[in-house]
């Protein structure tokens, strides 16, 4: 087993993903993807020990995402992640351009690595794109290492820097200029108006359980 720098609660399973910066992936996971216990930003992708901000070459802005596999899966979950991502930009993510901000989802596994190429797969047939458009890596999970604790729940902490960096980043811009206003709203409703229900892990369907931190979109300085 991959030894991360964060413990995940007996019984609850992660995924790690790059979806540019930290803070916006974090919120967009805590906020409107069913069963997400936490979203911890982090490093992951590089071969160094111990990156930090300041000194992270060669990893990537993660999420470690922690969940219950009761309540979602590690399918699901992805959908969400590809939602929250220009999967045509390769050398970053909106504003943030540069290999920290590449796009990416990681993988552990076989299984794993399977229901990612499915996942990307059924996308790329419901919007009739190219698989040589996409620029997301699919990867062999590495070690994740926790970012530095004022960079862990900021849009909560900080919520009015944060609007005013999403904002200026042009990401809600440019997500629903990739996926289509519809497309785009049913993957950040508080509400899972689309999605009523979601998969768990052992192919169930449950009621969908979101925003598990109880914060408004107001605080979270959403625009």
Known sequence: AIADDYTVTPGHKSLVVAMGCFWCAEEAFEHYAPGVVEAVSGYSGGTSSNPTYRNHAGHMEVVL????????????????????????????????????????????GEEEHSIALSVLDKILEEHSWSAVQIEVSLLERTTFWKAEDYHQNYYIKKSDSY????????????????????????????????????TNASGVEVESEVNVKGVPVTEAGLL
């Open 163 to 198: 609007a005013y960096y999403k904002e200026r980043c042009g990401r809600v811009d440019r997500l629903i200029q990739v996926w289509g206003d519809k497309e785009y709203h049913c993957y950040h409703d508080l509400d899972s108006a689309c999605f009523p229900t979601a």
């Open 65 to 108: 995402v922690e969940y219950d596999p009761a309540k979602t899966s590690y399918q699901v979950l992805l959908n969400y992640a590809w939602r929250n991502m220009d999967p045509f930009d390769g050398t970053g993510q909106f504003c943030d351009k540069g290999s920290s901000y590449h796009p990416a989802i990681f993988y552990d």
